[in-house]
């Protein structure tokens, strides 16, 4: 495929997915700077409720799961060459099972304390937002729920940010560390929605993971940990909230 071809279908999937998210962002920080209410006391939520009947709120939930992984299909296909498997050829397979879990969990532990202190550093300082969980006692499957919404954030952030655009910047002739700074502040980008404390943890989180894939080459080791730091999020986040309620609950009023 010809240079030009392939930067109009990396344009194409970055507009389809993360990089529509990132301009959202973008448009979104900047209407919380300019408006009245300081940053600091600001929220945004994670997984709100959809609808207000039970039935509805879950279609919904679901479908966006099961449609949000959409992009992911199409990155992987268009990866696809004959008798070249996508899935091999970004490490998103089962051929270490017991490496790549240990490794997701040694990425997790690396990526969440700091995370977390973070989060905390930015809303002692006001330059981040309070970030409001789904209630986990909403409905008996708003857990599981939760947990798919969290596979679907990992793959879709993983598979396009590091699998497919590293590929892809890789056959352009970018080199490593540009690829890995760029995909890390795009990482950034579209989590500034949250703030400019969750633009630099998450821009911090892409250098790493961007590093550990240049040197692994594999995406699921990366899949894993994002799991996992995204069920902590949306599921164990809300006990943190119940525990340190002047640090996490959101602004009153």
Excluded at 1 to 27: K, N, T
Excluded at 106 to 117: E, F, N, S
Excluded at 162 to 178: C, D, I, Q
């Amino acid at each position: 495929m010809s240079p030009a071809r392939l930067r109009i279908e990396v344009a194409i999937v970055l507009a389809l997915s993360l990089g529509a998210s990132a301009v959202y962002s973008i448009v979104s920080i900047i209407a919380r700077v300019t408006d009245e209410t300081p940053l600091a006391e600001q929220s945004a939520a994670l997984n709100p409720s959809r609808a207000t009947r039970e039935w509805l709120d879950f279609t919904y939930q679901f479908l966006g799961v099961v449609f949000g992984v959409a992009v992911v299909a199409l990155a992987l296909y268009l990866l696809w060459q004959p008798g070249r498997s996508p899935f091999r050829r970004i490490g998103l397979d089962l051929t270490r099972p017991g490496r790549d879990a240990a490794s997701g969990l040694l990425l997790a532990a690396v990526i969440g304390v700091p995370g977390l202190a973070l989060y905390a550093a930015g809303r002692a300082f006001g330059f981040t937002v309070a970030v409001v969980p789904q209630p986990l006692d909403t409905y008996w499957w708003t857990i599981p729920i939760l947990v798919l919404a969290a596979l679907k954030a990992a793959l879709v952030e993983e598979v396009i940010v590091v699998g497919y655009l590293f590929t892809r910047l890789r056959e352009l002739g970018v080199g490593p560390w540009a690829t890995i700074v760029s995909s890390a502040l795009l990482r950034g980008t579209y989590h500034l929605y949250q703030g400019f404390g969750a633009f630099a943890g998450n821009a911090l989180m892409g250098i790493v993971f961007g590093w550990v894939y240049t040197r692994w080459g594999r995406t699921m080791p990366l899949v894993i940990a994002h799991w996992i730091l995204d069920i902590v999020s949306f599921v164990a986040y809300p006990l943190a909230v119940s525990w340190w309620p002047g640090l996490f609950a959101p602004p009153a009023g």
